[in-house]
């Protein structure tokens, strides 16, 4: 496996292992990339951090969830336009978009509660607060699609209705 082992590949399969086998993990694949004469590629790998419990949930979740991810990257795209609208005086379909981000965030937060049934209430509010994060800025919609989390995401800036 070490002579076709692309960095890509060896980076999907480190961030969708078990919070406990991450460490482990990582150090094998980079072995793995410096035997196949991948040095570059071994460095960056050893590099890699280890994702907080909130982050390795959502990542997680973007493995097994993908459909619901999809939607809430969605309704998170909508309720941010029909944010615009309103703020510009244009007539817009807010509460509507709000409310399937909301259910499209409910949806994953049971997902959640099932990958991780032992999280507590603030780790799930960080599951939460990263996963609405996610939904509305270019940078968390990438990181969530690719499900390499190394840390919890904050929503942006000032927001007017949430």
Do not use: C
């Not at 997680?60 to 999809?70: F, G, H, K, M, W």
């Not at 991780?116 to 990263?130: F, K």
């Amino acid at each position: 496996m070490a002579q076709g082992l692309e960095l890509d590949d060896a980076l999907d399969e480190l961030y969708g292992v078990e919070l406990g086998e991450f460490v482990a993990r990582r150090g094998a694949l980079a072995k793995e990339l410096r035997a196949a004469g991948r040095t570059e590629a071994a460095a960056l790998m050893s590099k890699q951090r280890k994702p907080t419990v909130p982050a390795w949930i959502v990542n997680q979740l973007a493995r097994r969830n993908r459909r619901e991810v999809d939607v809430l990257l969605d309704t998170g795209h909508r309720a941010r336009q029909e944010q615009s609208k309103a703020v510009a005086g244009k007539r817009s379909n807010l509460d509507a978009a709000l409310e399937q981000e909301r259910e499209a965030l409910r949806a994953l937060l049971a997902a959640a509660r099932e990958i991780a049934p032992d999280a507590s209430a603030g780790t799930l509010e960080r599951v939460s607060r990263t996963l609405r994060a996610a939904a509305v800025t270019e940078e968390g919609r990438e990181l969530i699609a690719r499900g390499r989390l190394e840390r919890e995401l904050d929503p942006p800036g000032f927001e007017i209705v949430r």
